[in-house]
């Protein structure tokens, strides 16, 4: 049961003397880490011998000994490279490698990920490349640089260059006489090994939640009806209030993974702060972590939370009968790993059975990537459903694509049961992809340690002593993701359903990333220079952490810099987080916008001609948008700006970290700050001008 009957037969690469190519990325969230894989099985496709991992578990001497290199990376922060690069980076970096031509045997090609609505647009990449190449490295193919931004996301620039680095590995690679391409439909054989071992006795644990669906394979027809129904579902729009009664109230199991530098903590607050008719539910939770010592605990502005969410029970119980392994899920697994192929962020729990690590360890739920319906196709005997996965992953026409998977969001899960006749075998579960933490950026700032006095029995002496243990309290705002879909149910992200039922009281395990803020927090200056905060939505996050901050340390609070907070959302009586505290944080002056309560006392002129400002590309003409409130208090904005202060942007990416540049340009304009709006492009860029911190999502 579960034996990989249904694959095809599996094809192997021939190995050949010198053509081998390694491929390094720098990720943060999981998406060049999925391209530099996706990569490596071309590669392999073309029978190149093929290593893949982050940039830091390679030496710069590694580079010397293949072929060709591509290196895949994001950028993070405000133009910075990934935290998995440092070593490396450092190591590029070093001055006694300048003019040494130490590179010269290296052929490399790079691929940035980036977003453009950041001032620093692929800046990893961009500094990347500079510094191969002026350590020797010759490029042997032209660089590509993604943008998040685009209609298609990344692959709008990712999937024709992909195209045209195949084409061209082939070209200047050219395949010995006798030799093809592997096909796109043989499925490469597998980087690991995953073995059953007897059960200890686990079988109590056993999750036996009753209603597991049980998969019919339909028939041909129902199946053609059942594709087309797929082309004509459209996009997902967010969901009004969540009161569908869809979730699935049988919350993961509380197993505590074993994930390295990461912290044990206690939910200890979890409640909506949205009211329940509000369109969206935004979460206020604090998890408090005990410890006898700092152990590295400390919040600051701009550190973020992870958190690792969990598949709930009976959608786990749900892929077990679909795939057909109900005999083996309770049985313990083993994986042997090729060196060097273990995915990041797989954190396997000890005795771990094929349900713990569905449960734990696989984004079920996540939208497909096209690898992975391509994986699919070489899982299913029905030839019906083999074309139609053939033609969705098609890489000229991507559009098919996205209305199947991205537009409506359909999960991993949903696709398998349009796929009934796909049966992966379970020594295939690492195709599916691994559940990533997901990133909160802390609301509390400061020393968030409280001394907490803990009775303590001490068995020995049969006395009661007292002990003094730290607590510390990690506070987030997390708006949570529902959409609605013309596909038969609502449906939410992993995390925020994790979120929406997790119990006070639940003990996790969460992880916390240092901070992306561009200033020093031990330098005096912090806490008396001017603070100008632009934040839309739970983008408040981090800017009330900074304010702590800046509150805690600074013992004479008078002397807190002058702060001014654009605010924006929807309404004064819905959103307007942590309004109740404002009041209370001395020289601070804040400017909600509040972009749904409307002022109905404009005339039918001007309505007119708002509708046609927006018409002509104005989306924000007669708006109430932080940056049309930026821009009248221009002279407010202008006066800070004169004494180099700390800027924040916090939200929502898209079009608003745009706006809010161009507003803040405008009003160093109009204050007189700059002569013209040339001179302000460059000018919030310069750090004797201000500190400029963007944080979007
Ligand atoms: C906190 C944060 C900071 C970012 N900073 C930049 C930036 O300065 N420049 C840029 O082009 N993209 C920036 N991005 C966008 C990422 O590069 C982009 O989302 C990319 O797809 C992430 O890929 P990864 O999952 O491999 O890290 C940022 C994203 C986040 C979440």
Known sequence: MGEPVLAASVAKSTTMEGRNLILLYGSETGNSEEIAMELAKMAERLHFNTVVGEMDDFKLTDLLRYSLAIFVTSTTGQGDMPKNTTTLWKSLRRTKLNNTNCLAPVKFSIFGLGDSSYPKFNWAARKLRVRLLQLGASEFFRPGEADERHENGLDSIYLPWYQELRESLLSQFPLPKGIEPIPDDAPLPPKYNIRLVPSTGSLKDKITNGEGHVSQVEDNEQLAARFERMSTESEATEAPGQKDGTDVPDFPPAKLLPIPGSFTAQVVCNKRVTPEDHWQDVRHIEFELRSPGRNGAMSFAGQTLLIYPKNYPKDVQKLIDLMGWSEVAEQRIEIDWVKGTRPRDYHFLKDATIRDVLTHNFDISAVPKRTFLEFMAYHTTNPLEKERLHELTQRGDSDEFYDYTSRPRRTILEVLEDFPG????????????????????????GDPAVNAKDLVISNEQDTTTTTTTDVYKFEILAALVHYRTIIRKPRQGLCSRYLRHLPVGTTVQIGIKP???????????????????????????????????????????????????????RNAAADFHFQAEWGTVPNLTVYPAFSRDNDSSSTEEEETKLALQRAAGIYDAGKNYVQNQIRQHAAEVGELLRQNPIIVVCGNSGRMPKSVREALEDAAVGSGVVADKEEAKGWFDRKENCVYWQETW
């Not at 934040?535 to 008078?558: K, M």
């Open 422 to 445: 796909v049966k992966i075998p379970y020594t295939r579960l690492l195709e599916f992809p691994i559940i990533r933490p997901r990133e909160f950026s802390l609301c509390n700032g």
């Open 515 to 569: 901070p992306s803020s561009p200033f020093a927090m031990d330098d005096p200056s912090f806490y008396s220079r001017p603070l100008i905060g632009v934040a839309t939505g739970t983008g408040i996050a981090p800017f009330r952490a900074l304010l702590q901050d800046r509150c805690l340390v600074q013992e004479d609070q008078q002397k807190l810099g002058p702060t001014l907070l654009f605010f924006g959302c």
